[in-house]
């Protein structure tokens, strides 16, 4: 059995697929803004939920999404469907193009949506340029998250279609061309963490108009903006 939500849907309601015994798996729209308690209560065989809205409002209940011993829920990193699986201990999923490591204690996920997380702790260590080269102009937002200490040499250059890059208060260092060429990208703001931003770090972003360096940085490199 299964199920087409269609556009213009924007809530699943209190029990509306209540005790659907035949429901397998189910795709919920980035439309759909709030899931109801129970909506999917009893779902047996329910193996499988993808939220694609990152900020759906879920049901606070166990049973809302499933059942916890058999359903995966299939989300975005930092997702309220992410945070709902971790409360009720269902195994969980990210919505990925690629991932992999960067760095001994850190991890990168890109996903369907164009935001490259990267999480963990400790130093960016790219001997062999960003593992997610290939996959560079489907990248539109950079999320360095706490715990990171550095971005690295070449770390986002050439990702034409990035517009947002969000750099944590833990990173310390922007390496050489961290971020050249990133000829989307309108504003950076630079934490008051940051002592050191390399040479070339944001070169040829020839859209860039806004920079906020808060304070802490010690050394601008040349030709770094």
């Not at 990168?108 to 935001?115: E, N």
């Not at 990248?139 to 550095?150: F, Q």
């Given at each position: 059995?299964?199920?087409?939500?269609?556009?213009?849907?924007?809530?699943?309601?209190?029990?509306?697929?209540?005790?659907?015994?035949?429901?397998?798996?189910?795709?919920?729209?980035?439309?759909?803004?709030?899931?109801?308690?129970?909506?999917?209560?009893?779902?047996?065989?329910?193996?499988?939920?993808?939220?694609?809205?990152?900020?759906?409002?879920?049901?606070?209940?166990?049973?809302?999404?499933?059942?916890?011993?058999?359903?995966?829920?299939?989300?975005?990193?930092?997702?309220?469907?992410?945070?709902?699986?971790?409360?009720?201990?269902?195994?969980?999923?990210?919505?990925?193009?690629?991932?992999?490591?960067?760095?001994?204690?850190?991890?990168?996920?890109?996903?369907?949506?164009?935001?490259?997380?990267?999480?963990?702790?400790?130093?960016?260590?790219?001997?062999?340029?960003?593992?997610?080269?290939?996959?560079?102009?489907?990248?539109?937002?950079?999320?360095?998250?706490?715990?990171?200490?550095?971005?690295?040499?070449?770390?986002?250059?050439?990702?034409?279609?990035?517009?947002?890059?969000?750099?944590?208060?833990?990173?310390?260092?922007?390496?050489?061309?961290?971020?050249?060429?990133c000829t989307a990208l309108t504003n950076i703001t630079i934490p008051s963490s940051i002592t050191e931003i390399g040479w070339g770090a944001f070169s040829d972003c020839t859209n860039l108009v806004s920079v906020t360096i808060e304070n802490g940085v010690t050394k601008i490199e040349g030709t770094a903006f």
């Open positions: 059995m299964s199920i087409d939500i269609p556009d213009g849907v924007t809530s699943i309601e209190i029990r509306t697929f209540y005790h659907c015994a035949g429901l397998v798996s189910i795709d919920i729209p980035d439309g759909i803004a709030s899931i109801e308690s129970r909506a999917f209560e009893n779902c047996t065989s329910l193996r499988d939920i993808t939220i694609s809205n990152p900020n759906c409002t879920i049901g606070d209940r166990d049973g809302t999404l499933g059942v916890s011993n058999y359903t995966t829920i299939h989300g975005y990193p930092g997702s309220t469907a992410q945070s709902y699986a971790d409360k009720y201990s269902y195994d969980f999923a990210f919505l990925t193009i690629a991932s992999g490591t960067c760095g001994d204690n850190l991890t990168w996920i890109l996903d369907t949506a164009g935001t490259l997380t990267i999480y963990g702790s400790g130093a960016m260590d790219l001997p062999y340029g960003p593992p997610w080269g290939e996959h560079s102009e489907a990248i539109k937002v950079v999320n360095i998250t706490s715990g990171v200490t550095s971005i690295e040499y070449n770390a986002f250059a050439d990702c034409s279609n990035l517009t947002r890059a969000t750099i944590s208060d833990s990173v310390v260092r922007i390496g050489k061309y961290a971020f050249s060429c």
